[in-house]
Nanobody
Framework: QVQLVESGGGLVQAGGSLRLSCVAS????????MSWYRQTPGKQRELVAL???????RYGDFVKGRFTISRDNAKNTVYLQMNSRQPEDTAVYYC?????????WGQGTQVTVSS
């Protein structure tokens, strides 16, 4: 059974930092591209950051150097370090594992940034 379990969400003040983690099981972790998406009520889910199986990264335009995605294949874990958080970063953040023929999602973790 595939599981992606996010953790690290919570309440942070504007300008603060937070690190999200996603532990994967039931997949060949190192073969998957891993991503973080976020979603707010009434809006489509949008890509925050992606890291490929060979460590190439891509970020949403709104990130502007504030976030860093990384992965630890030995721990089946992907991280999202978020710095300089702003109230507009408030959202549910989802972990995603993808290959050409498979696509899995975690349950999401709420991140709230207070002004």
């Amino acid at each position: 059974q595939v599981q992606l379990v996010e953790s690290g969400g919570g309440l942070v003040q504007a300008g603060g930092s937070l690190r999200l983690s996603c532990v994967a099981s039931g997949i060949s972790f190192r073969s998957n591209a891993m991503s973080w998406y976020r979603q707010t009520p009434g809006k489509q889910r949008e890509l925050v950051a992606l890291i490929t199986n060979n460590d190439r990264t891509r970020y949403g335009d709104f990130v502007k150097g504030r976030f860093t995605i990384s992965r630890d294949n030995a721990k089946n874990t992907v991280y999202l370090q978020m710095n300089s958080r702003q109230p507009e970063d408030t959202a549910v953040y989802y972990c995603n594992a993808s290959r050409p023929v498979t696509n899995y999602w975690g349950q999401g973790t709420q991140v709230t940034v207070s002004s």
